[in-house]
């Protein structure tokens, strides 16, 4: 691990650079900390998705900022009511072998540690899930994600290779709350008229980001350009052995564990 975390940079036991990252992830929802990786662990990293990416599962959706169909019970230009198209390749968890750089990333102790510790959490398990663990996510020429927030308090993720063109993460941070959906503010965002609102966090290849997408709206700009956009998702709970459904796992991944065999679709 020591030779993939930049230690002149960033030292994952130093109390005061911890208390800073949490400040900055409690008031912002986002805490970027760029130069995370050496550049030798960057390059590392590049050779691994090239060799990986043959092996990803292509999925496109449509859904709302809540990643839920349409709901026709609000009006017509209401965020319930404005879908958008996301399009992204995927490596799962169980496709990287054993003596990956990103697998040993991920793997490690250390990093889950520093992980928890920037979170404020007292205790942080890694995903159960084999497949949504760790995820290689690859957008090519034409892919996007759509306006949307996640459905979880915490993403933790990786900048491995930019495209040449867009691949933008732009974020409209806090918009809503837990107390008010903000629909207005959500509506002006949706339709381009709020520039003001919206940041792009600098996602620069080698980059680790703490991000809080429950309140925050956000999107990835669509890709131009042959060279592929790679990050990767390190998935983490605060509650041992949790797992994702059948139903994410077949849209995401294309397929079940072995052994799995589809009951109820949400079980
Ligand atoms: O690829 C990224 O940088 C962000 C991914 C994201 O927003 C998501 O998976 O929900």
Not at 204 to 226: A, D, Q, Y
Not at 253 to 267: E, F, N, Q, V, W
Request: charged content about 30%; glycine content about 6%.
């Amino acid at each position: 691990m020591d030779d993939l975390i930049d230690s002149d940079r960033y030292d994952l036991r130093d109390e005061s650079s911890i208390r800073r990252f949490l400040e900055s992830f409690r008031h912002d929802g986002v805490c970027v900390l760029p130069g995370f990786l050496t550049d030798e662990a960057v390059d590392a990293l590049c050779r691994e998705s090239d060799r990986l990416a043959p092996l990803a599962h292509r999925s496109s959706t449509t859904a709302s900022p809540y990643l839920a169909p349409v709901d026709e019970s609000y009006p017509e230009g209401h965020p319930r009511r404005t879908v958008s198209a996301s399009s992204v390749e995927v490596v799962a968890y169980d496709q990287f072998p054993t003596d990956s750089p990103l697998r040993r990333l991920y793997e490690s102790d250390d990093l889950l540690d520093f992980v928890r510790r920037c979170l404020g959490l007292d205790v942080l398990h890694r995903y159960a899930d084999p497949f949504g663990a760790l995820n290689l996510a690859i957008m090519r020429d034409g892919d996007r994600l759509g306006w949307h927030f996640d459905m979880t308090d915490f993403v933790v993720s990786i900048a491995i290779q930019t495209s040449d063109v867009g691949g933008d993460f732009e974020n409209a941070k806090q918009i809503r709350s837990v107390t008010d959906e903000h629909y207005a503010d959500v509506a002006e965002v949706l339709n381009g008229r709020r520039p003001d609102r919206v940041r792009t966090e600098p996602m620069t290849p080698g980059t680790l980001m703490l991000f809080n997408g429950r309140w925050s709206m956000h999107r990835v700009t669509e890709i131009h350009g042959p060279r592929p956009r790679y990050v990767a998702l390190l998935a983490y709970d605060t509650e041992p052995g949790t797992d994702s459904s059948e139903t994410l796992k077949l849209s995401r991944y294309g397929r079940l564990p072995a052994g799995a065999h589809t009951r109820g679709i949400d079980s």
